[in-house]
């Protein structure tokens, strides 16, 4: 005897009274799993925290300590989430997810790739930069003072008052100019004195003006000199060489460079040292017409008489 054809509406009712009871007998290992999640995200944040106060005192950099601290808290996120899918009995589910985070990073990576390119400099940056806070660099045209470091860019505050963040991968495909790395930055300037000076004479008014100076540094690797520099149309050019202290890049470059300048002149003016300027030479040729010049301190020509 043939079974009786059921109708679609009990076909419908029975394979709903089926799921509802699979449901609800999945229904604790769901909720068990969404408990792990929630307690694994707590518990990450914690153990983060803790950590990244640690990081904090150990590291000297900031960029590194929070990229460390991050990574642990990624890291335990994953742990709980694959944890939560193994209770709720979803292996198969958390390989495919695997799989598909996979393959979503790499749709994400070619859509926003300008975004990932920066944060993977970011993370190179964290383990191997060229420069810390506080340092004074210079990238491409920018110069000035780093004041904040973050995975997608390195904020520049330059001498003149600009905030410039600039993205991490042009720093770390672009030479960087780091002035403060080893503490010690050479600065010079050039003075001009006369033919008939002595120039060996001159050479010492300066030298002990840079050996007086206290804030001018000077070890066995970093010595203060002046050398003569160029035989120039009026003058005998020195060069004047001295290191400073870039701990206070602002002061030591500009400040002090300043100061020992106002001293050397003054000095030498003292000394009886002449600072000739530019000596200019006027040609009249005979297609032009003569230039009339009249000396200030000359007395006038006297008229003369017709008569």
Known sequence: MLPLLQSP??????????????????????????LVIILGVLLAQLITNFYKKRFQKKSEDPLMS????????IILIIIAIMLALRVAGLDGIATGLLTAVGGGAII??????????????GVILAFNRPFNINDTIKVDDIFGKVKALSFRYSHI?????RDIYIPNSDVLTKPVENYTADGFYRVEFTVGIGYEDDIVAAKKVIQDILDANTEIMRDLDH????????????????????????FDYRRASRVLRGMVIRQVKEELFKKGFNLPAD???????????????????SPEFPKKDNN
């Open 108 to 121: 994400l990576g070619f859509a926003f790739q300008d975004i990932g390119k920066n944060f993977l400099a």
């Open 279 to 297: 000596i200019k030479e006027l040609k009249i040729y005979g297609t032009e017409d003569a230039i009339p010049i009249k000396f200030r301190n």
């Open 66 to 73: 929070r990229f460390l601290a991050q990574a642990v808290k």
């Open 223 to 246: 010595e203060n000199f002046v050398i003569e520099d160029e035989l120039a149309a009026s003058t005998v050019n020195l060069k004047v060489y001295f290191w400073v202290d870039t």
């Open 9 to 34: 509406t009990e076909t419908i009712q029975i394979s709903l009274e089926k799921y509802y009871d699979e449901f609800l007998k999945v229904l604790p290992r769901v909720a068990l799993a969404i």
């Open 157 to 161: 505050k330059t001498f003149d008052g």
